[in-house]
DNA sequence: TTGTGATCATTA
DNA sequence: TAATGATCACAA
């Protein structure tokens, strides 16, 4: 029954990192007195929202890095039995007033991705959320040829966006990064520019790495 | 209502 | 079977 402290440096994020290596997120969570559901029909980010209670994130729904005093973003990966990722990565939502003139050096999306820890987690659906094994985490920057094919996609997916194209955005575009809807339901409205300029009502979306990106790292990380 | 954490489940 | 579109819980 310890109680997480917050990271202050690098290292000390690094070593808690290192020390749940390897345990399930049935023992996180008896550790932390987390009640451990039997599937994730509901409750789809208890995964996440353990981990980061466990490595002492900052937590809340800010939009801000988990880490915020460390610049590091966390993110829980899940993988199969063949070591890829088993899902999209989510991101950040996606900007659908007032983006004209936005440029990638300032978007969300650059500054959530410029450092994050990785934490892989074996999350094969037949495997019971409380046996799934945590993997080796490791702190990632996109690297030059990274970066660029990010920036790509998102100035091609908010160029659309600014023109007023948003029904036209749909999760075929991007290379390495897609916008997908993300809401509570398909019914769940917010503004957006329309074709004539005006605002209309849409989907709300959100950008998410797809998981051939995410394969990539991993395979960088781990591979050599 | 929006943003956080994501996975579910139907479609292609 | 992979990918797209839909959905769930919670905090502020």
Redesign the pocket.
Known sequence: MTKPSIPRSIPELMNNVDAIAGLTLGEIATQFDFAIPK???????W???L??YALGASA????VP?FEHLGI????L?IGYNGKP?????V??V?LTDVTGLRWEES?VKH?LNHVLWLP?L?Q?DIPPMDRTIGCGFLWRPNQHEEALLRRDWEEQMELIALGKVNDV???LGEVM?I????????????AIGPDGKIIKT??R?F?L???FTTTILANQFSI
Do not use: C, F, M
Not at 39 to 45: A, F, I, Q, S, V
């Open positions: 599937n994730l029909l509901k409750e789809k980010g995964s996440g929202q981990i980061e809340g729904s800010k939009p988990d973003e966390l993110k829980t899940p088993l899902e999209t990565t989510y950040t939502v900007p969300v959530k987690i999350a659906r749909s999760g075929h897609q997908r809807p993300k809401a509570a339901n398909s019914k769940a409205l917010t503004d989907l709300p959100g998410y797809k998981t051939q």
